[in-house]
């Protein structure tokens, strides 16, 4: 039988994946205009979701586990006014999933209950906890950007292509 620690450790960094390899089929179809649109005068734009997710994934577990040295700049998640080109988002994405599952990967049994503090998650006491709330909420925007994905790619039927 496998020992806890490995199966968390995989299972982890699988839904990491899932969310990459999720948001990529999404944003498929869509252009970088698009990609910055706002549907609706309140929420945000994919473009925006897209920088907080890599911001939070980099700030809460490069900066504060991995050691990267990340300063997070979370105002501009929000309201960045550059339409940075669809690619290079996706490119920045990437390389902080890379990086989470990396650093999920280098854990030891010990390092799962490792004490973690971080401003803005006084409730992840130790590194289990914020990689699972990370996770969680990486998939919260994950559904923001599925919603959005439809809207912006309705047909003039009014259908929307399945995801």
């Known amino acids: 039988m496998p020992e806890l620690a490995s199966v968390v450790s995989s299972t982890l960094a699988e839904y990491y994946e899932e969310v990459r390899e999720t948001v990529h089929k999404l944003i498929a179809p869509i252009s970088t205009e698009q990609l910055w649109a706002r549907p609706y005068p309140y929420g945000n734009s994919i473009g925006h979701l897209l920088l907080h997710i890599t911001g939070n994934l980099s700030y809460y577990i490069g900066a504060q586990i991995a050691g990267t040295g990340y300063v997070r700049d979370r105002d501009r998640e929000f309201n960045e006014t550059e339409k940075i080109a669809k690619e290079r988002m996706l490119a920045n994405f990437d390389q902080a999933i890379a ?65």
């Not at 999920?104 to 409730?123: G, M, N, T, V």
Request: proline share 6%.
């Open 99 to 163: 990086m989470v599952v990396a650093t999920i990967r280098r854990q030891s049994p010990q390092d799962w209950c490792a004490p973690y503090s971080a401003k803005l998650e006084p409730a992840a006491n130790d590194r289990f906890t914020v990689l699972m709330r990370m996770a969680a909420h990486a998939y919260h925007h994950t559904g923001q950007i599925i919603y959005l994905t439809k809207e912006l790619t309705k047909t003039t039927s009014g259908s929307a292509p399945t995801v």
